[in-house]
């Protein structure tokens, strides 16, 4: 039995899906009953919280635990919580926990990075088996430029010339649902990219090519994108981190590729320019 934390996020969603396609025995954890209910596949869910995990004796219940929290300040705490009461629980189940792209290398100072580093560092302590998905910047990021797509025709990001290996996020739940469900070599790290890295400059040429609209890419000045990160919502922690981020992006350290995404479905990892064609209404129809 399959539990899957942030089952309504991004990858969780698609997790739910895919581990719907394999027939597998999967509940979600929510926060909320109302979200629960209209998640894929059987509608099974239990509400909890990481920092409020399910009692023991309904942990003991699942053996694979899929571990997905928002990349917030609190994260690492809530995560850590969450790992001690499966260690509490007694049965040491499998987690699959979703990282980042550079979290196991020490002198990656990102603070995405290090949180992730920190609980995993914690969880590997523990003893319980461990998988770590480590997925490169997702794809569906680049739907923050939609607006100034659709308004300027430019794609504005504090990125330089740097590269990024972008992946979709239903690449990175297929493989999580292959690993989940035993179909996929448990015992490893899977470093999980698209198939090429890209600039921001590439990307808006692909825009360009599949919209048939000329698109551009600016170097957006640090001070300008902090500005204009902290009015679309995020906190001040996490605009830091995303301009310590793409600042690692621009010195050249996010341009990895793998075939890892092949490597667990079969299946090569999703190419850039499908991708936008199926997200085409997100960036074309206003809001």
Not at 249 to 274: H, L, M, N, Y
């Amino acid at each position: 039995m399959i539990l899957v934390t942030g089952a309504t996020g991004r990858v969780g969603y698609r997790v739910m899906e895919a581990l719907a396609d394999a027939d597998a025995d999967a509940t979600a954890m929510v926060r909320v009953a109302a979200r629960g209910a209209d998640l894929p596949g059987a509608g099974k869910y239990i509400v909890a919280t990481f920092d409020q995990p399910p009692a023991p004796e309904v942990l003991r219940l699942f053996d694979r635990i899929f571990l997905l929290s928002p990349a917030i300040e609190e994260q690492a705490e809530l995560e850590i919580v969450f790992i001690d009461a499966l260690v509490a629980a007694g049965h040491q189940p499998h987690v699959v926990k979703v990282a980042a792209d550079g979290f196991a290398e020490p002198d990656c100072d990102v603070r995405f990075m290090r949180s992730h580093r920190q609980i995993a560092t914690h969880l590997d302590a523990t003893g319980l088996p461990a998988t770590y998905l480590a997925p490169t910047m997702y794809m569906e990021n680049l739907l923050g430029a939609a607006e100034s797509l659709r308004r300027e025709g430019t794609i504005y990001a504090p990125a330089g010339q740097g590269r990024v290996g972008f992946v979709a996020a239903g690449d990175v739940a297929k493989v999580a649902a292959r690993v989940l469900t035993g179909s996929a070599d448990q015992d490893r790290t899977y470093l999980l990219s698209g198939p090429e890295a890209l600039g921001y400059r590439d990307v808006a040429e692909r825009i360009s090519v599949v919209f048939a609209r000329e698109v551009d890419y600016t170097d957006l000045p640090e001070d300008r994108a902090r500005e204009q990160m902290l009015a679309s919502g995020p906190t001040p922690w996490q605009v830091e981190g995303m301009l310590e981020w793409f600042d690692w992006i621009g010195a050249g350290a996010a341009d990895s590729v793998t075939t890892d995404v092949r490597e667990a479905t079969g299946k090569d990892a999703r190419p850039i320019e499908d991708w936008l064609d199926e997200s085409r209404s997100a960036f074309l129809s206003p809001l």
